[in-house]
């Protein structure tokens, strides 16, 4: 049986939008944890100034807070004017963290890294981890992202450092400085109702109390599948070889649907189904109904599933793979709601959420749709990007945006559920109700 002691969290980029869901999901659960940024935005835990890629700083602060696992959320936010920031945080940073873990001989670093390192513009469907990267990236962001997460990757191993990254996607919720902002400005210009593309390509969100979730389930489960030294075998490693033959197991047998946005239906079966009307009940009718009334377990494996030799989990595809996937450690996980929607529609719900009813209906939020093809869309941001350069202002509609919104963009997250035990817990429709009513409350709006 494990005898692992509990971990004590250094939350690099603690005061920013993901960083401090995390950092809340620690305290709530009573775990010892610091953070690390260059802003104090709060200060219910201890916290260390510093440069990120000022490897000195961040070993200071991992010293005197005593961690043992570091959780690396920073980045700069989309939409720097100058991208080489992007490279200076996401790879010059996190090469300093790695040094910084390494020398301090700390056993853990969860990375943020995002579901756009392997987005290139094109359309992006049900795509699991086995993706590389893309030759040509889509922007200096994702770029900057990818090669931060091929560094966390391959220090996997090093001096003792376990490592692994996860790739949210579409990341909203309270505390969002970047998507509500944005999509209130729209509402408030009255522009809800102008939409590029036909609104046919699905999207995948990700609420940020999911994302801290996956976290701390990923920090949990980083141990060393094989040996903790070269002399000794931990019972830590032990249990990871025992998970992942049940996990090996496991892999025949169905995941439930995923359900936190439209619920759990469960379908009738012989043996579980309501007994509707009848003369005679049958011998085992308390049995039957009984079935189908039972708690549902999310946990539950089902049905039983055939693997083509395409899939992730095929004999063929873990044969070739250069590491187990069934391990955390050296792994990368996408993480999202498992719901995608059409991307017109979910800011249809935000706008609806802001918009107070009356008694004509939402006047705002429920106007006719304007459709802005695609290639005019393109058209026109080039235009705007022209203009904007030729008066030296920052261009509002760019193509950029038009091939961000018009993309086809959902990822397969059954290897976070299955190695990870990731479920997404707060569905779309909740987690914007409480993104609105943040933000409202924030800015004083009724």
């Not at 390494?102 to 290139?120: P, Q």
């Not at 962001?141 to 091929?150: F, I, Q, R, V």
Request: aromatic share 10%; with cysteine; glycine share 8%.
């Amino acid at each position: 049986m494990s005898t692992q002691h509990k971990d004590v969290y250094l939350v690099i980029g603690g005061s920013g939008f993901v960083g401090r869901h995390i950092v809340e999901q620690l305290v709530a659960r009573g775990d010892v944890v610091s953070v690390f940024d260059i802003v104090q935005r709060h200060h219910d835990v201890p916290f260390y100034s510093g440069d990120i890629t000022d490897e000195q700083d961040v070993l200071n602060a991992i010293r005197k807070s005593g961690t043992t696992c570091i959780i690396h959320t920073a980045s700069p936010q989309h939409g720097a004017k100058d991208p080489s920031i992007y490279y200076k945080v996401n790879v010059d940073g996190t090469q300093a963290v790695i040094n910084a873990a390494v020398a301090a001989g700390v056993r853990k670093l969860v990375y943020t890294s995002s579901a756009g390192v392997v987005f290139d513009g094109k359309d992006v469907i049900n795509l699991d981890e086995r993706a590389p990267y893309p030759e040509k990236p889509f922007d200096a962001y994702n770029d900057s992202k990818a090669k931060g997460e091929a560094l966390i990757l391959e220090a996997n191993g090093k001096g003792g450092l376990l490592t692994v990254a996860l790739r949210p996607a579409g990341i909203f919720g309270p505390g969002d400085r970047q998507m509500m902002v944005g999509l209130y400005q729209v509402y408030q210009r009255g522009q809800t109702h102008f939409q590029v593309g036909g609104n046919n390509n699905l999207f995948d969100y990700t609420y940020v109390g999911n994302i801290a979730q996956a976290h701390l389930l990923a920090a949990e489960k980083l141990v060393d599948s094989t040996t903790s030294d070269s002399t000794s075998i931990t019972s830590a490693s032990t249990d990871a070889t025992l998970v992942d033959s049940s996990l090996h197991a496991s892999l025949h047998r169905s995941l439930p649907p995923i359900s936190s946005t439209a619920g759990f239906r469960r379908v009738p079966t012989s043996k579980a189904r309501p007994l509707g009307p009848y003369v005679t009940p049958p011998a085992n009718a308390a049995d039957i109904e009984g079935a189908f009334n039972a708690p549902f377990d999310p946990t539950k494996l089902t049905h039983v599933i055939v693997r083509n030799r395409f899939d992730q989990f095929s004999e063929n595809a873990l044969a070739v793979a250069p590491t187990s996937p069934l391990q955390v450690a050296g792994q990368a996980f996408f993480i999202t709601n498992g719901e995608p929607v059409y991307f017109w529609d979910f800011m249809r719900i935000v706008w609806l959420a802001l918009d107070p009813p009356t008694e004509e209906g939402r006047k705002r939020a429920q106007r006719t749709p304007w459709m802005i093809p695609r290639a005019f869309g393109m058209m026109l941001g080039y235009l705007a990007e022209t203009w904007s350069a030729l008066i030296g202002k920052e261009a509002g509609f760019t193509r950029y945006r038009v091939g961000y919104s018009c993309a086809m963009r959902y990822h397969n997250i059954e290897k976070a559920r299955r190695v990870l035990g990731y479920e997404p817990e707060v569905g779309l429709e909740e987690g914007v109700r409480r993104m609105v009513e943040s933000f409202k409350a924030e800015n004083g709006l009724a």
